[in-house]
């Protein structure tokens, strides 16, 4: 009888552990974006970084490329041209810019449809052409000028999943969540003023979907409309659109 009691209190035991295990683990796991390509299938050839650049991530910082982005370009190739263009820093920009980039300057890049291409990887600190302390900074960023388009929602969603799932990976909260011009204050506009829009105010709309998909939730991503002043143009995501733009612009 007592050894029936004692087995019992023990399965209850490990049954409550069990059913708290699992609650936690529903509540802590952000599955990976869709949409992702890691470094390894678009084929990046970075070169090795050194020990001294390693880091432990605490903040998720965003930009933009700050180059205005047509629906005629090929993801890959901007992210092989960016790279191979870092490696060749010292020979083509002159100094303080000459600085050797062994890989992208950023962590993960986002195209105008979506898609998430892995970048540098996440146990390095990133690059920058400001001043600010590197280490620490996820750098996540989104392809195009947003000085003079406007993301698209595919990009803004793959971002706040993105930027889920590495709070959730490296166990960050949501007041992680940064931008270049706030971190290197006064020396750049990045991430362009119709991206940075939904990380201003409180409270400000970004944190809130991300926030949302840690929950468990499907965020409700709603772009606002143009800025007073701002750029009109949502950023092309195939060549018809284009063409159609251009028919618009003429
Ligand atoms: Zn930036």
């Not at 069990?18 to 609650?23: D, F, K, M, P, Q």
């Not at 950023?106 to 146990?123: C, E, K, N, T």
């Not at 409180?202 to 606002?224: N, R």
Request: with cysteine; glycine share 10%.
């Amino acid at each position: 009888m007592k050894k029936r009691i004692g087995f019992s209190v023990t399965t209850g035991l490990l049954l409550l552990g069990l059913r708290l295990g699992i609650a936690e683990e529903v509540r802590g796991e952000v599955p990976r974006p869709p949409r992702f390509v890691t470094a390894e299938e678009w084929g990046s050839q970075p070169d090795p970084i050194g020990d001294d650049r390693r880091h432990t991530p605490r903040y998720v910082t965003l930009h933009h490329a700050g180059v205005v982005w047509t629906p005629d370009r090929d993801p890959v190739t901007f992210l092989r041209n960016l790279q191979a263009w870092g490696k060749r820093r010292p020979e083509l920009e002159p100094p303080p810019r000459n600085t050797y980039w062994p890989d992208l300057p950023y962590h993960f890049l986002i195209a105008s449809d979506g898609q998430i291409f892995a970048g540098r990887p996440v146990i390095y600190e990133p690059e920058s052409n400001t001043q600010y302390e590197l280490a620490g900074h996820l750098g996540v960023e989104l392809m195009g000028n947003f000085e003079e388009q406007r993301p698209s929602q595919p990009q803004v969603e793959s971002a706040v999943r993105l930027v889920a799932w590495l709070l959730a990976e490296h166990g960050l909260p949501v007041s992680a969540i940064s931008t270049h011009a706030k971190v290197a204050a006064g020396q750049t506009s990045c991430p362009g003023r119709d991206f940075a829009r939904y990380l201003e105010g409180e409270p400000a709309p970004f944190p809130e979907w991300v926030a949302q998909v840690l929950q468990g939730q499907t965020p409700q991503i709603e772009l606002g409309p143009p800025l007073e002043g701002g750029p009109t143009q949502v950023i092309g995501t195939s060549a018809a659109e284009s063409a159609t733009e251009q028919a618009v612009i003429e």
